[in-house]
């Protein structure tokens, strides 16, 4: 792939997203062990939500076996939010309800991640440190989206703008009516996932392009459109998409945010990135 500028996008999708991610990139390289070595050495690593945890992790030089033993081990310091899903979703209906602008739609989103009463940000600011073996912006190009709580802008942060990683990483992992939104420079953050669940467009700019989603294809967007048509529209990179397939959407269910999730999703994610090694290794050698 000499010459060839590679992306590696991680989706968002709770913390049941992050094992999952986690353990397909392991079943990957249990299987094709050059495969997951191009991907974990990409050029360009694009994390959103949960995927920003998992592009930092691997950025971090965090082991692909490390990283899935802390997920499937029965301890852990996540936090249960303990969300009624159906609450949450009629909370995300009603604030987009009033308008069809998407700028519009997202500003009134930010109004409500917000005033929700969440835990205090020093208490998910923890939590999202220990998820990160270095706390430092790595060499490599690292790109983490997050969305202005009080503009609807779409910033992505990156090692040049000053700001620490855990803040970047928290913005873009501050899901709106869960978890508090983040400070940084005098503005409020939230989810990077809330315009698009996978920011590949942010990917615009390498040749070649893997984005794993732990959704099912087409993996649609909160705010309408879907991953798959947002690569559809890449008509200058060739990206290879890798979504959840069904007995992992079936094992995570309605809550992708419970701690619960993370050994099943992690483990099927294994099984499922050993299914699919040969696939993107056969992607990545035709680069």
């Keep these: 792939m000499d010459g060839v500028k590679l992306g590696l996008v991680l989706a968002g999708g709770g913390v049941a997203g992050i094992a999952w991610e986690t353990g397909l990139l392991l079943g990957v390289q249990d299987k094709s062990p050059d495969a997951a070595a191009a991907l974990l050495a990409a050029d360009v690593l694009i994390g959103t939500s949960a995927g920003s945890t998992v592009t930092a992790q691997i950025a971090g030089g965090a082991t692909l076996q490390e990283l899935f033993d802390a997920q499937t081990a029965a301890a852990t310091g996540e936090i249960d939010p ?26 009134a989103l930010g109004e409500a991640a917000m005033a929700a009463d969440t835990v205090e940000p020093a208490v998910r600011r923890a939590v999202i440190e220990a998820r990160l073996p270095d706390r430092l912006w790595p060499e490599r190009e690292l790109r983490i989206p997050a969305i202005n709580a009080q503009t609807g802008e779409l910033r992505v942060f990156g090692s040049a703008d000053g700001v620490e990683l855990i803040d970047a990483v928290g913005a873009s992992c501050a899901v709106p009516g869960v978890w508090p939104v983040v400070m940084i420079e ?54 290879l998409a890798i979504f959840a397939d069904d007995a992992v959407v079936e094992a995570i269910g309605t809550n992708s945010l419970s701690p ?9 994610g294994r099984e499922q990135g050993r299914r699919t090694a040969d696939e993107i290794a056969a992607f990545l050698v035709t680069a």
């Design 260 to 268: 619960a999730t993370r050994r099943p999703a992690a483990e099927l």
């Design 186 to 239: 005098g503005d409020r953050y939230m989810d990077g996932g809330m315009a698009s669940g996978s920011n590949v467009h942010l990917a615009a700019d390498c040749d070649v392009v893997v984005v794993l989603s732990p959704a099912a294809d087409p993996a649609p967007n909160l705010l309408g459109g879907s991953l798959r048509e947002e690569i559809d529209a890449m008509t200058q990179s060739r990206v």
């Design 82 to 107: 303990e969300v009624d899903v159906e609450v949450l979703g009629q909370m995300f209906v009603d604030a987009i309800a009033g308008s069809a602008d998407r700028s519009e739609q997202l500003r």
